[in-house]
């Protein structure tokens, strides 16, 4: 067995897929899989990772049919890892070369279920975003997490701590809600404060496929209502506050395009904090 798991899902990306990949088979080191699931390009992607496949023993591929979506698709590669650990990568970003090695080095020294490391995100107009806080204290993290859910958070997560958790619903903020559950369900948690992901935004990557802006939003803001279930059910009101709060926040600009009939979002927002309230009110 593989200690590593590079996970990669794949939508329409026979354009920068064989970068993704090769960045991953040039690693230092060597002993994990590449895991990649085709879900269902309407181009040449599944034909991109055979021919790479043929050269490298270490390329796995799983093929859907239909596009089902990036939260089937994690589900699909989690299910199906074999390695001790789990490594995201999306087909159009890359890690730095020794990021496999540095991150398995942490986990075994400090013991770690899930290690937190830095991330840079590559935007439009040649922006670069920088991110990385220590995970040692979990309600700063955890904050951290919740306002920065638009930017990928992706930690080096044991494969069994990892399919101990729910990935949502949701193709939008489902990193975000995966990395907080990771880090409240973990018995050992560590930091590497160093930027090893580069996040290349692509227009046209799993999560943008064929996708409105309201629709980006949607999911976001389910994403955000199912984490603040999850820490209230976990005792943690005053995160879970922060997080039905920052739903409100992501509602408010895209109201009309994302109410559809029922409870609307906002009002969701403040039926949880009302229950966050009433229980804080029954503590002694």
């Known amino acids: 067995m593989p200690a590593i798991t590079v996970a990669m899902p ?16 040039s690693q230092t080191f060597s002993d994990f899989e590449l895991l990649t699931v085709n879900d269902g390009s309407q181009d040449r ?5 055979k021919r790479i496949a043929e050269g490298d023993r270490r390329v796995v591929l799983l093929s859907r049919a239909d596009n089902q979506g990036v939260a089937v698709a994690r589900r699909s590669l989690a299910e199906n890892a074999r390695g001790e650990y789990v490594f ?3 087909a159009d970003d890359r890690m730095e070369p020794d990021a496999l090695e540095a991150l398995s080095s942490a986990a075994k020294e400090k013991d770690a279920d899930i290690v937190f490391f830095g991330e840079a995100k590559h935007e439009r107009k040649g922006l670069t975003r920088r991110s990385y806080c220590p995970p ?6 955890i904050k951290h997490a919740l306002k920065r ?4 958070m992706r930690p080096f997560i044991k494969t069994s701590l990892l399919r101990r958790c729910v990935i949502p619903p949701t193709n939008y903020g489902e990193d975000m809600a995966l990395a907080i559950q990771g880090a409240v369900l973990a018995g050992k948690r560590a930091g590497l404060p160093r930027f090893l992901y580069h996040y290349n935004y692509n227009p046209r990557s799993i999560c943008h496929a064929v996708r409105s802006q309201a629709r980006n939003q949607r999911d976001l803001i389910a994403a955000l209502e199912w984490t603040g279930a999850f820490l209230m059910e976990r005792g ?3 995160l879970a506050e922060i997080a039905f709060k920052e739903m409100r926040r992501v509602f408010t600009p895209h109201g009309a395009a994302i109410t559809e009939g029922g ?3 906002i009002t969701k927002c403040d039926t ?6 009433a229980c804080s009110l029954k503590q002694p």
């Open 236 to 238: 943690y009101m005053e």
């Open 10 to 25: 794949a939508y329409n990306a026979e354009t920068h897929i064989k970068t993704a990949m090769e960045n991953a088979l």
């Open 45 to 49: 992607t599944k034909e991109a990772i």
């Open 263 to 265: 409870l609307t979002p």
């Open 272 to 277: 949880w904090i009302s229950c966050i309230t």
């Open 88 to 90: 995201w990568l999306d």
């Open 136 to 141: 040692d204290d979990l309600s700063r993290l």
């Open 149 to 152: 859910n638009a930017v990928s």
